[in-house]
């Protein structure tokens, strides 16, 4: 069974760090490609990142570039998503997911996996 547990998020002030966390189980990690997406209140989900840990492929969505960062960590099947410079605009509830295609993935997610949402507050 596909799990994804995400974590990591919280209460920052304007201009802060967070580092959320995804932890996979029940799949072989380094087959698959991994999301972070976010849903901020009466909006629509938006891609964040994505990392295709096989290859080390990395995606950002344009406004977050130089701000977000997406990394892996095999051993651990995690993946990461380091927060920084952290603007009131960026409060959102974050997911992860994970599909066995990054094209897929890329193409909004409608047949991966999903985990819970974490909740990411950021105070003006």
């Known amino acids: 069974e596909v799990q994804l547990q995400a974590s990591g998020g919280g209460l920052v002030q304007n201009g802060g760090s967070l580092r959320l966390s995804c932890i996979t189980s029940g799949f072989r990690f380094d087959n698959w490609a991994f999301g972070w997406f976010r849903q901020a209140p009466g909006k629509e989900r938006e891609a964040v990142s994505y990392?295709?840990?096989?290859?080390?492929?990395?995606h950002y969505a344009d406004s977050l570039k130089g701000r977000f960062t997406i990394s892996s960590d095999n051993a651990k099947n995690t993946v990461y998503l380091q927060m920084n410079g952290l603007k009131p605009e960026d409060t959102a509830v974050y997911y992860c997911?994970?599909?066995?295609?990054?094209?897929?993935?890329?193409?909004?997610?409608?047949?991966?996996?999903w985990g819970q949402g974490t909740q990411v507050t950021v105070s003006s």
């Open positions: 990392i295709y840990p096989s290859d080390g492929t990395t």
């Open positions: 997911a994970a599909d066995r295609s990054l094209a897929l993935l890329r193409s909004g997610g409608r047949f991966a996996d």
